[in-house]
């Protein structure tokens, strides 16, 4: 399984950015995706997660300005950042709970390669 994202990007504070990941692969169904963050010196933390059934998640310094999307379709995920702000900056990195193809295991985790968001002042 691939999770390829794409968006990031340098924008100034109280701009927007739009991050979207696409799962492919031997995908039987995907029981929840999300983005985490890890700015520098700091551990990775999760932004928002999305399960299957449109169940949102938001850590409590982006609820309000930043929209966690699923398209269950095309096993894609999409963050839409609002009101950036400078602490916003890190890498953001997508995440999927995956249930393989022939697999009769709950999930498996995989992480897409990170993509840097920078927010100016």
């Known amino acids: 399984v691939q999770l390829q994202a794409y968006g990031g990007g340098l924008v100034q504070a109280g701009g927007s950015l739009r991050l979207s990941c696409a799962a492919s692969?031997?995908?039987?169904?995907?029981?929840?995706m999300g983005w985490y963050h890890q700015a520098p010196g700091k551990e990775r933390e999760l932004v928002a997660q999305?399960?299957?059934?449109?169940?949102?998640t938001y850590i409590s310094s982006v609820r309000g300005r930043f929209t966690i999307s699923r398209d269950n379709v095309g096993n894609t995920v999409y963050l839409q950042m609002n009101s950036l702000k400078p602490e916003d900056t890190a890498v953001y990195y997508c995440?999927?709970?995956?249930?393989?193809?022939?697999?009769?295991?709950?999930?498996?985790?995989?992480w897409g390669k990170g993509t840097q968001v920078t927010v100016s002042s």
């Open positions: 995440h999927a709970n995956v249930v393989l193809a022939g697999s009769k295991n709950a999930g498996n985790d995989f």
């Open positions: 692969g031997s995908i039987f169904s995907i029981n929840y």
């Open positions: 999305v399960t299957s059934d449109g169940t949102t």
